[in-house]
């Protein structure tokens, strides 16, 4: 294995517990990381230890020193939190258009006539809201739907 440098610096004693029982997890003693960090586990510095913990356990720390820490997950990651409007997403215009095309047999000018006669909109994209969209979507699934159940 290869030898990192062994910094002078302060790493924590929750880096050298981290590095400890991530050595232990691989069958090491303590005595076998301080020869493989080439003598005390205290003097080595926060980022060497960060290292010595990755090369070892191969996870490493979640935010390393000298890194920013992660962003904090919301409780609304990945969806709108109450009150924010989201507007409606490339996807979401591709989608309408692929099915309400696919349902009309090709057709993107009775696609376009029935989004104008039933949404009042001459394209996806002037339904404004994300959610908007998602209910033209869950509509024209129905339909695929209902199309489905009367060919059989």
Known sequence: MVQLRNYSGSSTKAQHTALVASAAKKGMSVDDVRTLVGG??????????????????GDGLPNPP???????RSEYQGRAAPGVTRIISEAQCDQIMRL???????????????????FDVSSPRELGTAQRGG?????????HVRREKKIV
């Open 100 to 118: 309400a095309v696919s349902y009309f047999e090709g057709s993107e000018e009775a696609a376009t006539a029935w989004l104008k006669k039933n």
């Open 40 to 57: 005390s586990i205290r003097k080595l510095s926060a980022k060497a230890c960060s290292e010595w913990i990755q090369r070892i356990s």
């Open 135 to 143: 209910e033209v979507i869950a509509v024209l699934k129905r339909m």
């Open 66 to 72: 000298g890194s920013k820490p992660g962003a904090q």
